[in-house]
């Protein structure tokens, strides 16, 4: 059973950089056809796929974040992480962790999700 769990502060200050972590069990993160992905979702607005690591490591993200996105992992720990830069409040959302197949345009495993709010 895939499983996949977020982990990481609640709350950051604007300007400073959100760090959140996804934990993987019941499939590596190196297994071919799969990507690791960042979605969230502000309040009242719809889902914002945000960036990917693929198997290989090769990473992949939204234009619209304007490189303040970067998603790395630890394979030995079989987690991916996000890093997002100069947060403002309008980064306020709930973020998820996914899996989406290759050639699949909607993931099918999802972690529960955690809320992040950027305020001073």
């Known amino acids: 059973q895939v499983q996949l769990q977020e982990s990481g502060p609640g709350l950051v200050k604007p300007s400073q950089t959100l760090s959140l972590t996804c934990t993987v069990s019941?499939?590596?993160?190196?297994?071919?056809?799969?990507?690791w992905s960042w979605i969230r979702q502000p309040p009242g607005k719809g889902l914002e796929w945000m960036g990917a690591?693929?198997?290989?490591?090769?990473?992949y993200y939204n234009p619209s974040l304007k490189s303040r996105a970067s998603i790395s992992r630890d394979t030995s720990q079989n987690q991916f992480t996000l890093q997002l830069t100069s947060v403002t409040p309008e980064d306020t959302a709930v973020y998820y962790c996914?899996?989406?197949?290759?050639?699949?345009?909607?993931?099918?495993?999802w972690g529960q999700g955690t809320q992040v709010t950027v305020s001073s």
């Open positions: 019941g499939s590596s993160i190196t297994t071919n056809s799969y990507y």
């Open positions: 996914v899996r989406i197949a290759s050639g699949s345009s909607f993931p099918h495993y």
């Open positions: 690591i693929g198997s290989s490591g090769s990473t």
